[in-house]
């Protein structure tokens, strides 16, 4: 069965899948003149700002920014920091590199992908459901049904049973190496929590997310801010290191260029997960005036989750020497200065960083069990909020469908128990390959039916440049989009109303 699911995640994971992310990513980024880097202000005001008027939401209603925590809660997780780590044992330095390449190129595709979950949304239960099933459905040719199916069976597959695996794993063996508590009952208690969690609806998932991630994100980077302070003249000299191995210019890692750009790529999309598909279904349920608003935002939180932390766990592991260089055999290539003799290939990952922070700081197993237990838990969140809305997608709102809901997510608690007691190098394998099959289905259909979300950029630009961006008028058709959008007709509608009372109650 292992050797199985190992060539399963060989094929899905071939060196085609690597090209098709950068090669989907530089064609987006073309596409929108670059925006995501031109437009970083924008984003900035539209994370901070308001765009919904408090007595114009419902209760159950999610703003922009709750909306982009539930992504970056899923983003973010031991993609961040047992991920980075594997990326550098396994394809050196310069992967990092190309994590960074595939990132800003990736902001790109994330804009394409959470303005088509904005723009073909759905209101469900008080709040807006969508993601590639919904897009795929509604506008990729004319509507293919069939297509937005088999995004949502996969995403069903690789959020529910494949890829809470990972998260689960790690956290259970950090807190193990950290307490020595032992990994099932690390299972029980995570399961415990979830389950009061995602039982208590989508507005308890927004907010718990938007209370944990900045805290989360934030007081990560302080920690490793401290360590690059207190090795401050290391940093240059890490950073250059970095670059020349992701180009073959450093003598160790010369022969591993291919391999560095595949698992640069490979952990970048792990990590920041742009084009896999998760994005637009946080992207979706935000209340927003215009669907390029939420694109913008979650082109912006790539950038919190790669050039951030990626980047302060890579620079961590780095100057402080934590890590060792192995061949796909599991043979030892390279050995920094400050790798420990516990290193292997089966144990790369969390020990990495775990034995930065130790080099930096102190404390580095507890600092990283942590940061892993609220990095991985919300992250598993987000993959609970995916899956559930390709359930709803495929089953509707019937009686029976509730039923079938709640089995799923029964099971998805399940799945999440049975990660923290199976090896590390199943669960991740299980992981890429639900990302991977994510990845394949959702780029693709991007790829076809990009143009909406230009339209919308497009749309937005003209607006900023009168001063209209904030208004809700938002018309689909009017800016060359065909299909039936009652929801936005229903939106200007809403506005229209609240504006011709407030008009009648100044004059009465």
Not at 82 to 109: K, Q
Request: aromatic letters at 10%; proline letters at 3%.
């Amino acid at each position: 069965m292992e050797n199985f699911i190992n060539q399963l995640n060989g094929i899905i994971w071939s060196p085609l899948l690597v090209y098709l992310c950068l090669g989907a990513g530089l064609f987006f980024t073309l596409k929108i003149k670059v925006s995501q880097i031109s437009m970083v202000k924008e984003m900035l005001r539209l994370l901070f700002g308001k765009d919904v008027k408090p007595g114009e939401r419902s209760k159950d209603s999610i703003s922009g920014f709750e909306a982009m925590c539930m992504s970056v809660s899923g983003r973010v997780g031991t993609g961040n920091i047992a991920g980075v780590a594997t990326a550098i044992s396994l394809g050196g330095p310069g992967s990092i590199f190309w994590l960074w390449v595939i990132s800003v190129l990736g902001a790109a595709s994330s804009y394409v992908e959470s303005t088509l979950g904005q723009l073909y949304k759905e209101e469900f239960e008080g709040t807006y459901r969508g993601g590639p099933a919904y897009y795929f459905k509604k506008g990729l040719l004319g509507g293919k049904a069939w297509y937005g199916n088999l995004f949502a069976i996969v995403t069903v597959t690789g959020m529910s049973l494949l890829m809470p695996s990972v998260q689960s794993n790690v956290i259970a063996s950090s807190m193990h190496t950290a307490t020595g508590l032992p990994k099932w009952i690390t299972g029980a208690i995570i399961v415990a929590v979830l389950a009061v969690i995602v039982f208590g609806g989508a507005k308890r998932i927004a907010k718990f997310a938007s209370i944990v991630v900045p805290f989360m994100a934030i007081a990560y980077i302080i920690i490793a801010v401290i360590v690059l302070i207190l090795n401050a003249s290391d940093i240059i000299p890490s950073l250059s290191l970095i670059v020349r191995s992701a180009f073959g210019q450093e003598q160790a890692f010369a022969g591993i260029v291919g391999t560095a750009v595949m698992w640069g790529v490979k952990r970048g999309i792990y990590s920041n997960e742009a084009g896999q598909g998760t994005g637009p279904a946080s992207a979706a349920a935000a209340d927003t005036s215009h669907p390029a608003k939420q694109g913008l935002i979650q082109a912006f939180s790539i950038y919190i989750d790669s050039i951030f932390v990626c980047t302060a766990t890579a620079l961590m592991i780095i100057i402080t020497g934590a890590y060792k260089v192995f061949a796909p055999s599991g043979k030892e290539i390279y050995s920094a200065f400050g790798a420990s003799t516990d290193m292997t290939a089966s144990t790369i990952g969390p020990l990495n960083t775990t034995i930065a922070l130790d080099a930096g700081i102190g404390y580095g197993a507890y600092i990283v069990a942590i940061a892993i237990m609220f990095f991985a838990f919300t992250t598993i969140l987000a993959y609970f909020w995916n899956g559930d809305s390709a359930a709803i997608y495929l089953l509707g709102n019937s009686s029976s469908s509730k039923n079938i809901r709640k089995v799923l997510t029964i099971i998805f608690l399940t799945f999440t128990f049975i990660g923290t007691i199976i090896t590390g190098g199943m669960a991740w394998t299980l992981g890429d390959i639900g990302v991977g099959m994510m990845a394949w289905v959702n780029i693709v259909g991007i790829l076809i039916m990009h143009k909406p979300a230009i339209l919308c950029l497009k749309d937005y630009k003209a607006r900023m440049k009168k001063g209209t961006q904030d208004n809700w008028d938002f018309n689909p058709n009017e800016i060359g989009i065909e299909g039936d959008f009652k929801l936005w007709d229903g939106i200007r509608a809403e506005e229209r109303s609240q504006e011709q009372a407030d008009v009648e109650l100044k004059t009465s």
